[in-house]
T-cell receptor, first 115, second 114 residues
Framework: GENVEQHPSTLSVQEGDSAVIKCTYS??????FPWYKQELGKRPQLIID?????GEKKDQRIAVTLNKTAKHFSLHITETQPEDSAVYFC??????????????FGKGTLLTVNP | GAGVSQSPRYKVAKRGQDVALRCDPI?????LFWYQQALGQGPEFLTY????????KSGLPSDRFFAERPEGSVSTLKIQRTQQEDSAVYLC????????????FGPGTRLLVL
C-alpha cells in the first residue's frame, strides 16, 4: 500500500518568513495530493491540492510543488502570519485496483509562527 | 451550506461497552469515509461507502468495528466491546462524487475508553 513520509515534524518560523513542508510517497500510481490544515481540536480543512498532471499550483500565499519522478511534493507558505499556526498534513491517494479514493496521510507538521 | 456533522463530539466509555458514532455528510455527497486519528498522528483510513454500498473496509482494525450507511446518507460507526486502544478521534469525511475529489471532514468524535 501507499506510504507517506512527512518532514519536519515541527517547524517554528518568525512572522513574515516562509515555511516549507516536504512529503514523499511510495506508490508511483498516486495521482492526487491534498494538503490539510488542522487547528487544535478542529476538523482538518483542505488548503490546496495538486494532481499529477501539473507540477505546481499556487493560491495566494500557498503553493504546492510536485516531482513525480522523485515521488515527492512540498507545501510552501510565504509571508507567514500567526493564524497560519496549526498542524499541516499531506496526503496521497492510492490508485491501484480502482481504489483512487483512499487517502494515506503523513504524520503531520506542527507549524508555529511567532509574532 | 451545512458541512459534515458528527455526534457525539465526545464519548467516554468503560472498557467492554459498545459505542455508536454518527456522521451526517454534506447533502448529496455520494462518497463517505471514516478515519481514525490517534493523538499526534494523521488520519488513518477505516472504511469507504459509495451511497449505501460499503466498497472498502480494509482499514477496520478488528471485527469489533462495524459501519453502515443504510440509506446512502447518514452513517454510523459502531465499536463493540471497546478496548483502551480504541481511544482516538474518529473523523468522518464526504465527497461529492465517486471518483477522487475533495474530501470534507467533520469535527470528529473524541472517544476515550477507560
Amino acid at each position: 500500500g501507499e506510504n507517506v513520509e512527512q518532514h519536519p515534524s515541527t517547524l517554528s518560523v518568525q512572522e513574515g518568513d516562509s515555511a516549507v513542508i516536504k512529503c514523499t510517497y511510495s506508490d508511483s500510481a498516486s495521482n492526487y495530493f491534498p494538503w490539510y490544515k488542522q487547528e487544535l481540536g478542529k476538523r482538518p480543512q483542505l488548503i490546496i491540492d495538486i494532481r499529477s498532471n501539473v507540477g505546481e499550483k499556487k493560491d495566494q500565499r500557498i503553493a504546492v510543488t510536485l516531482n513525480k519522478t522523485a515521488k515527492h511534493f512540498s507545501l510552501h507558505i510565504t509571508e507567514t502570519q500567526p493564524e497560519d499556526s496549526a498542524v499541516y498534513f499531506c496526503a496521497a491517494n492510492s490508485n491501484s485496483g480502482g481504489s483512487n479514493y483512499k487517502l494515506t496521510f503523513g504524520k503531520g507538521t506542527l507549524l508555529t509562527v511567532n509574532p | 451550506g451545512a458541512g459534515v456533522s458528527q455526534s457525539p463530539r465526545y464519548k467516554v466509555a468503560k472498557r467492554g461497552q459498545d459505542v455508536a458514532l454518527r456522521c451526517d455528510p454534506i447533502s448529496g455527497h455520494v462518497s463517505l469515509f471514516w478515519y481514525q486519528q490517534a493523538l499526534g498522528q494523521g488520519p488513518e483510513f477505516l472504511t469507504y461507502f459509495q451511497n449505501e454500498a460499503q466498497l472498502d473496509k480494509s482499514g477496520l482494525p478488528s471485527d469489533r468495528f462495524f459501519a453502515e450507511r443504510p440509506e446512502g446518507s447518514v452513517s454510523t460507526l459502531k465499536i463493540q466491546r471497546t478496548q483502551q486502544e480504541d481511544s482516538a478521534v474518529y473523523l468522518c469525511a464526504s465527497s461529492l462524487g465517486a471518483v477522487q475529489e475533495t474530501q470534507y471532514f467533520g469535527p470528529g468524535t473524541r472517544l476515550l475508553v477507560l
